[in-house]
């Protein structure tokens, strides 16, 4: 149930209103908004009178919400969320570019695929060091090892750095290195790290699962955000479906389905999503012109070499004419990029 305060009420108003839902014993969040305040309750809600609450001092309106999820949804929280990363806004005018390679290699790719990306543009370091691959056999990437790497190349080029988490007991040792956790598509379901991850106040990335319908990923943005960490950034990276030209089909529609539902930024990853190098930067393109607040790509300046994901990363060039054109498409839409 969403209970939206008048613009202007008194803040004795809303109180009462907080107190008579602690009397219900509900999971009370209130969100603080330009214009309005918003008093969410969570909990059995279903028996109560909605008048008992419409007809208090101060309440323009009371929403009872059919959606599962009420922190994630819009209803809640009609402005949008804006995640602050190390000075760059997640989810404001600005579309985001996190690039970098699939896997962090060794220092000195690392350096010089930091190097690369934040020339062209991106203030955001990508690379996982704790690589989910389908097969036991394949890299399983670096470790705390890749961790430090990447957080010395993100220095030096002053990015932040976006890296995979797949185990809730490496929340710790990776929060001295990461400034936003990525949870994979395989894990978007992995309950328990998305309740420990609720505790943390760093940032998550949230890819949709590989079959995950737009409710059942809202719902594991809302277990993250129920454990008490509101920064979530929701990444559509494809979805399995019969076609099998690309590795997943990109789902376009999600970025205003989402953006309908929910409050929380959604980036688009063009890699993940077609598998295949020149069909990263068409889907990339369209990604920006359907509103994404940004865009994760994979870059490697050896992909013939990568130790994970070469046929999707794109070439530096690649990358560079690729942030050139999405500048245009950009301002095409009322938004920016670096
Ligand atoms: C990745 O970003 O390299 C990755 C493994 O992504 P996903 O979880 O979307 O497959
Ligand atoms: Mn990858």
């Not at 909990?43 to 208090?56: A, H, P």
């Not at 995979?164 to 936003?180: C, F, G, V």
Request: contains cysteine; negative net charge; aromatic residues 6%.
């Amino acid at each position: 149930m969403i209970i939206i305060m008048e613009s202007g009420a008194e803040e004795s108003d809303i109180q009462a209103v907080i107190s008579k839902l602690n009397a219900l014993d509900l999971d009370i969040h209130r969100s603080d908004g330009v214009a309005q305040v918003v008093i969410g309750a969570i909990g059995l809600t279903g028996e109560i009178e909605l008048n008992d609450f419409k007809l208090m001092k101060g309440v323009s309106n009371v929403i009872r919400i059919s959606e599962p999820y009420k922190l994630a949804s819009r209803a809640m929280h009609p402005e949008k969320t804006i995640i602050n990363v190390r000075g760059e806004e997640i989810g404001g005018e600005k579309v985001v570019v996190m690039a970098g390679p699939c896997s962090v290699e060794s220092k000195d790719h690392i350096m010089r695929m930091a190097e690369i990306v934040s020339k062209a543009g991106a203030k955001f370091l990508r690379g996982g060091a704790y690589k989910p691959r389908t097969s036991p056999y394949s890299f399983q990437g670096l470790g705390e090892e890749g961790l430090i790497y990447m957080r010395e190349a993100a220095d030096m080029y002053d990015m932040a750095v976006v890296t995979e988490i797949m185990d809730p007991n490496l929340i710790p040792l990776m929060s001295d290195y990461t400034d936003i956790f990525q949870v994979g598509a395989r894990n978007m379901q992995n309950y328990q790290l998305l309740k420990e991850l609720g505790k943390s106040k760093i940032p998550v990335l949230l890819k949709r699962g590989l079959s995950a319908t737009i409710e059942e990923w809202l719902m594991s943005a809302e277990y993250i955000m129920a454990g008490g960490n509101q920064n979530v950034i929701l990444c559509e990276r494809g979805i399995r479906t019969f076609e099998g030209y690309t590795r997943n089909t990109f789902d376009v529609s999600a970025i205003p389905v989402v953006q309908g539902l929910s409050h929380l930024p959604i980036i688009a990853d063009p890699s993940h999503a077609t598998g295949i190098r020149d069909k990263v930067s068409p889907v990339a393109r369209a990604s920006v012109a359907a509103g994404a607040d940004g865009m994760l790509i994979e870059v490697h300046d050896n992909p013939e070499k990568a130790l994970s994901d070469g046929a999707q990363s794109l070439y530096p060039e690649q990358f560079t004419t690729l942030m050139n054109e999405v500048r245009i498409i950009a301002s095409a839409v009322g938004r920016t990029i670096d």
